[in-house]
């Protein structure tokens, strides 16, 4: 009952949305390639809990825990470039590149030797490349100017320290959607079109400084300026 | 808590030895004017002799067998390129000077804490191992059981601790203790075979090699790549600005649980800690415990204990490959 009963609602959201995108998209022309830029912020993402321990000296014993530690990734700004290319006026892909500097931090506590619980943190440099298909919801558009899409993508996480001293590769998976605004639309010459756009992602991101074996999951927001042509 | 007295070995070196200058663990090294040189065996495969005596419950061929399992232990580490060569049973004794190394029991009842020492025959021109004995001491009872034996001491576990003496590896502190009430120390918690207190009869846990073990021979004798692979952490241990001698600083590795330890070795606080894996550490540093000195450095009295446990205050990112940016821990006075 309580499918039939989503899968109703969601048939009514599509029938209201039907009639506007009769009358929105046929305004909207085809914009073969698409670059953005801009900026938001990622979530921080749990990297797990560890306890530094000693073997015990009784077999039948748990093991002898020096100090207890928490890490995690925090939050931090996000800067990113994109380009993009649509096969139609629904369908297109689009690869880019994110950078970000979050803190990894880590919280101490319950030291044998009660040594005051401390958090300490260390900056790292990260970069997202990664590759993805958009799909626009023209059905649900808002006076042809404004159109919601959703993406998902895969790419390669790369995070540096102090340089390139350290070097950690990893990969990163996303899901999400978003909308994009469109301030100018011109039939004619090379600049066919601008606009912003605002972003929601989920990223799973896997590999690079981690540490336990599963992804980790962050959310990011993000909102950019487009052009295409 | 952090005090120990029961020792299971001692280092009964031919010439003064002391810990190196700013290096990592603790090498046997010796000192010459102005400086401190590493003892290690320059000559490999390092050819080694058993006595042909056994002892109640262990026979001449159970040590042997022990031996060379605890030896393959070591020769096992794939960072480290070490190599060993038993060479046969032998009457001579452990501890003559006869350019043979021999491993054997011997009885010690006046060492009635010492499960087993090594000695060494060292030449001061070029700082090589000539000649390197382990007794184990036969005033205790001693089992090669497979699974262990609750009455006995575990020779192979014994034989894995002396053998990194034998390749010039000195104490680890990497352990917690308590007071038992006639006075010796009960372990706590051990976080490396090189650590100086025995877990007790019957356990075997020091058959196996831990991180600071690892890291230790490794650093001695390292594999081609060793360096490469891992990174290194240094710094310096300051109070009040003043570098400390002889803190015990550790790096955690919260991704694996390693732990890899080493000291502060000169009146700066410099320390140096290889074979990190790369990637963030928790470093920790701590005094040793008055009753614990005396297993780790040969002049005690110079030895700063008067400080409290304090952590750096930010993540060490160890390099795939040399050694991170040097960084300093300012403890906090007791």
Redesign the interface.
């Known amino acids: 009952m309580r499918v039939r009963g989503a899968s109703l609602i969601l048939a009514v959201l599509l029938l209201g949305a039907l009639p506007a995108h009769a009358q929105t998209t046929g305004q909207r022309p085809v914009r073969r390639v698409e670059v953005d830029a801009g900026g938001g912020f990622l979530g921080g993402a749990g990297?797990?809990s560890?306890?530094?321990?000693?073997?015990?000296?009784?077999?039948v014993r748990r093991?002898?825990r020096?100090?207890s530690?928490g890490?995690r990734f925090a939050s931090a700004p996000t800067f990113h470039v994109r380009a993009g290319f649509a096969f139609s006026r629904r369908i297109g892909v689009e690869g880019g590149l994110m950078l970000s500097r979050p803190d990894?931090r880590?919280s101490?506590s319950a030291?044998?030797?009660?040594?005051p619980q401390?958090t300490?943190?260390?900056r790292?440099d990260q970069y997202g490349i990664d590759a993805s298909v958009v799909v626009m919801v023209s059905e649900l558009s808002l006076g042809g100017r404004t159109v919601p899409f959703v993406a998902a993508g895969a790419g390669y996480l790369r995070q540096l320290?102090?340089g390139l001293?350290?070097?950690?590769q990893g990969h990163v998976y996303h899901a999400g959607g978003g909308v994009k605004h469109w301030l100018l639309s011109r039939d004619r010459g090379i600049l066919s079109g601008a606009g912003v756009r605002a972003d929601a992602r989920l990223y799973l991101m896997a590999g690079g400084?981690?540490?336990e074996d599963r992804p980790r999951p962050h959310v990011a927001v993000s909102g950019s300026v487009f052009v295409t042509f | 808590?952090?005090t120990f007295t029961l020792a299971i070995s001692i280092a009964s070196v031919a010439v003064a030895v002391l810990s190196q200058d700013a290096h990592a663990y603790l090498h046997f090294a010796i000192s010459a004017p102005g400086q401190s040189r590493v003892l290690k065996w320059h000559r490999t495969p390092v050819r080694w002799f058993t006595t042909d005596r056994g002892v109640p419950g262990v026979s001449a061929s159970d040590l042997q067998a022990a031996m060379a399992r605890a030896f393959a232990t070591w020769e096992a580490v794939p960072t480290a390129s070490i190599t060993f060569q038993f060479t046969g049973f032998t009457g001579a004794e452990p501890f003559d000077d006869d350019n043979v190394s021999v491993l054997g029991f011997q009885a010690h009842p006046e060492m009635e804490r010492v499960l087993g020492a090594t000695g060494f025959l060292v030449d001061t021109i070029t700082e090589e191992i000539v000649e390197s004995d382990i007794f184990f001491n036969s005033t205790f009872q001693w089992s090669t059981a497979a699974q262990g034996d609750p009455a006995r001491f575990d020779l192979e576990s014994v034989a894995v601790h002396e053998i990194g003496h034998f390749l010039g590896l000195g104490h680890s502190a990497?352990?917690?203790t308590e007071m038992r009430p006639d006075g010796g120390r009960?372990?706590?918690?051990?976080?490396a075979v090189m650590f100086p207190i025995s877990?007790?009869r019957g356990?075997t846990?020091d058959r196996e090699l831990?991180p600071d073990d690892i890291a230790g021979v490794s650093d001695l004798y390292p594999e081609a790549g060793f360096r490469g692979r891992s990174g290194v952490a240094r710094g310096q241990v300051t109070r009040n600005g003043a570098g400390i001698l002889g803190a015990h600083v550790?790096a955690?590795d919260?991704?694996t649980?390693a732990?890899i330890a080493a000291f502060t070795l000169n009146s700066d606080g410099e320390f140096q800690i290889a074979g990190l894996a790369?990637?963030?550490h928790?470093i920790?540093v701590?005094p040793l415990d008055d009753a614990d000195v005396e297993s780790f450095f040969s002049r005690p009295r110079s030895i700063d204990i008067a400080f409290?446990?304090?952590?750096?205050?930010?993540?060490?990112?160890?390099?795939?490959g040399?050694a991170?940016?040097r960084f300093t821990v300012a403890v906090r006075p007791k």
């Not at chain 1, 560890?50 to 077999?59: F, I, V, Y």
């Not at chain 1, 001293?165 to 950690?168: I, L, M, Q, Y």
């Not at chain 2, 009960?186 to 976080?191: D, F």
Request: proline share 7%; net charge negative.
């Open positions: 990297l797990g560890a306890d530094a321990n000693l073997r015990a000296g009784d077999p093991p002898f020096l100090f530690t890490s990894i880590t101490i030291d044998v030797e009660d040594a401390i300490i943190a260390e790292v320290h102090e001293t350290v070097v950690e400084i981690a540490f | 808590m952090k990497l352990g917690e009960r372990v706590l918690g051990s976080g877990l007790g356990i846990h831990q550790t955690f919260p991704r649980g732990l790369p990637g963030p928790v920790r701590e409290l446990v304090t952590f750096h205050d930010r993540l060490f990112i160890a390099p795939a040399g991170g940016e």
